[in-house]
C-alpha cells in the first residue's frame, strides 16, 4: 500500500482505497506543520535612485522596478503560495501584483507593513538635512543603530518592528495550524520594505535589534524564513525556532 502524507485515506496498487486510523505519530508531524514566508523587498522607485527618504509616502515603481516586479513570477514559479500579503503603499501592491496575477491570488494589503515612518525627512537627500544642522540629534543616534530614535514627526524602528511583527504574527496564526492547500507545510509570499524586513529578519534569527543593519535587503530581492506552527513546543531547534532558508536572493534578476 501506498498513503498520501496527514490523510486517513490509504491507496491500494490496484487503485482501490481503505481506511487508516489516525495515529499518534501522523498527529504530531501535523501539529508541527509551520509556515514558509517568503520577503520581498518592492523593486525600484525614482526616490531610491536618488537617495532620498523614502517611509511612509506613497512613490509608485520607475519603469524598471516594473521590470523586475514582472521578473519575480519566474523566482515563484515552481513555489506554491497559499496567500500573498503586502503593505498597503503603491510600490509594495505593484511589486506584488504580477505573482498575484500568475498565481491567481489577490494581494491582501495590510497598512502594519509599511515601511517605517520617517517623518520630515521623507523626499530629502541625506547631505542636505545634514547640512542644515537642524537634525544632528536624530542622525548622532541613527549613527549608532539606536532602534529607539524617533525620527522626526515619524517614528521609531522598534515602533515599527511592533506593527510590522503583529501583521506577521496573525499571518502565522492563520497559515499555521492546518497547513497549506497542497496538503505541505503553508507557503505565504510577504512584500514590504527595507527597514521593515530588516526588523523583522533580525528578530527571527535572533539577532540583537541594533544590528539589524547588518541585513541589507535589495530591491527586488527574496529572503526565505520557515516559522514554526504556534504553540508547537517540540524540542528540535530546527522545528522551535525559525530558520533562514535564504538572504538577499535576486538570482531572478540576474544577479
Known amino acids: 500500500m501506498r498513503f498520501r502524507p496527514f490523510s486517513t485515506t490509504l491507496w491500494r496498487r490496484?487503485?482501490?482505497q481503505c481506511e487508516r486510523p489516525h495515529n499518534t505519530a501522523t498527529a504530531r508531524i501535523m501539529r508541527r506543520m509551520g509556515v514558509v514566508v517568503h520577503f520581498v523587498r518592492h523593486t525600484q522607485t525614482a526616490w531610491n535612485v536618488e537617495g532620498r527618504f523614502l517611509g511612509a509616502a506613497d512613490i509608485p515603481l520607475t519603469p524598471l522596478g516594473q521590470e523586475h516586479?514582472?521578473?519575480?513570477?519566474?523566482?515563484?514559479?515552481?513555489?506554491?503560495?497559499?496567500?500573498?500579503?503586502?503593505?498597503?503603499?503603491?510600490?509594495a501592491l505593484d511589486t506584488a501584483a504580477p505573482v498575484a496575477a500568475a498565481k491567481g491570488l489577490t494581494v491582501r494589503a495590510d497598512s502594519r507593513l509599511r515601511e517605517m515612518n520617517q517623518g520630515e525627512l521623507e523626499g530629502h537627500?541625506?547631505?542636505?538635512?545634514?547640512?542644515?544642522?537642524?537634525?544632528d540629534a536624530f542622525f548622532a543616534e541613527w549613527a549608532h543603530?539606536?532602534?529607539?530614535?524617533?525620527?522626526?514627526?515619524?517614528?521609531?524602528?522598534?515602533?515599527?518592528?511592533?506593527?510590522?511583527?503583529?501583521?506577521?504574527?496573525?499571518i502565522i496564526t492563520a497559515y499555521?495550524?492546518?497547513?497549506?492547500?497542497?496538503?505541505?507545510?503553508?507557503?505565504?509570499?510577504?512584500?514590504?520594505?527595507?527597514?521593515?524586513?530588516?526588523?523583522?529578519?533580525?528578530e527571527a534569527i535572533g539577532l540583537p535589534l541594533e544590528n539589524a543593519a547588518r541585513i541589507r535587503p535589495q530591491h527586488g530581492s527574496v529572503s526565505t524564513i520557515r516559522y514554526p506552527a504556534p504553540g508547537d513546543n517540540d524540542a528540535r531547534p530546527s522545528v522551535r525556532v525559525p530558520v533562514l532558508l535564504r538572504l538577499n536572493d535576486r538570482h531572478h534578476l540576474g544577479e
Not at 519575480?72 to 510600490?91: C, E, K, M, Q
Not at 507557503?187 to 530588516?198: A, D, E, K, P, R
Open 14 to 16: 490496484d487503485g482501490k
Open 69 to 91: 516586479a514582472r521578473q519575480l513570477v519566474a523566482a515563484f514559479a515552481d513555489v506554491p503560495l497559499d496567500a500573498i500579503y503586502a503593505s498597503d503603499l503603491s510600490r
Open 145 to 170: 543603530e539606536s532602534v529607539d530614535v524617533i525620527a522626526p514627526g515619524g517614528e521609531s524602528l522598534r515602533a515599527t518592528l511592533t506593527r510590522a511583527s503583529a501583521a506577521l504574527a496573525a
Open 176 to 202: 499555521g495550524s492546518g497547513g497549506g492547500t497542497s496538503g505541505a507545510e503553508a507557503s505565504v509570499l510577504v512584500v514590504s520594505h527595507g527597514l521593515t524586513l530588516q526588523m523583522l529578519i533580525a
Open 125 to 135: 537627500l541625506g547631505v542636505d538635512l545634514r547640512a542644515q544642522r537642524k537634525y
